[in-house]
């Protein structure tokens, strides 16, 4: 099936570090989301973005749609401990494709 | 309460024993799906369904099935179960002609499943 490399797999972080993650992909999408999975939750969503070079902030987070449809980051500045969990990136191919999920990245923040 | 409840929550089982687990949502949305998390897997589409009667084949399916009793109601089954069905299953939905994000799923918190 279709796969977006998301990495890195995991990250060890000091408290109010700024993090940094992506995804890739070999196919165009036409959405990207970030989720956030918190320990023994389900994922939220965090941000969404819809247009190539599109950025959108959500308070310390920043998203970007990559200008070639293809990839998409997302920076987190200033980690707290409530930061912990697994983010999620996920590509969407038009209006009503499902979502094709990348494997996460594990985040932990040391105080 | 949550909008998206699944049960149980935990569960341990043997191998060859059939496995029901369930879905429901108090959100009014029309799509429903069963994903499958493995570590370093990431989520999995198992089976999906965009109203009552309309079932579709997600990505893994194989062992699997669902029924869609209600609008708010999805269950998936094990018929056999096996070891490596051993994962923790989301529901989720989403709202095509609603308000939230086109593309943002809402799900519940997840049925750890083990099968000895």
């Known amino acids: 099936g279709q796969q977006l490399n998301q990495s890195p797999q995991s990250m060890f972080i000091q408290e109010g570090e700024d993090v940094s993650m992506n995804c890739t992909s070999s196919s165009i999408f036409n959405t990207w989301l970030w989720y956030k999975q918190d320990p023994g939750e389900g994922p939220v969503l965090l941000i969404a973005l819809y247009k190539a070079g599109e950025l959108t902030s959500n308070g310390r987070l920043t998203a970007q749609f990559g200008i070639t449809r293809k990839d998409s980051f997302l920076n987190i500045s200033a980690s707290i401990p409530s930061d912990v969990g697994i983010y999620f990136c996920?590509?969407?191919?038009?209006?009503?494709?499902?979502?094709?999920f990348g494997k996460g990245t594990k985040l932990s923040v040391k105080p | 309460d949550a909008d998206v409840t699944q049960t149980p929550r935990n569960r341990i089982t043997k191998t060859g024993k059939r496995i029901m687990l369930e879905c429901s949502q108090t959100?009014?949305?029309?799509?429903m799906y069963w994903y499958r998390q493995d570590p370093g897997l990431g989520l999995r589409l198992i089976y999906y369904s965009f109203d009552v009667k309309d079932i579709n084949k997600g990505e893994i399916s194989d062992g699997y099935s669902v029924s869609r009793q209600a609008q708010a109601k999805f269950s998936l089954s094990l018929e056999s179960a096996i070891p490596n069905q051993t994962a923790l299953y989301f529901c989720?939905?989403?709202?095509?002609?609603?308000?939230?994000?086109?593309?943002?799923?809402?799900f519940g918190e997840g049925s750890r499943l083990t099968v000895l």
């Open positions: 989720a939905t989403s709202d095509f002609h609603g308000t939230s994000f086109p593309g943002e799923l809402f």
């Open positions: 959100k009014g949305h029309d799509r």
């Open positions: 996920a590509g969407q191919k038009g209006s009503q494709g499902n979502l094709i």
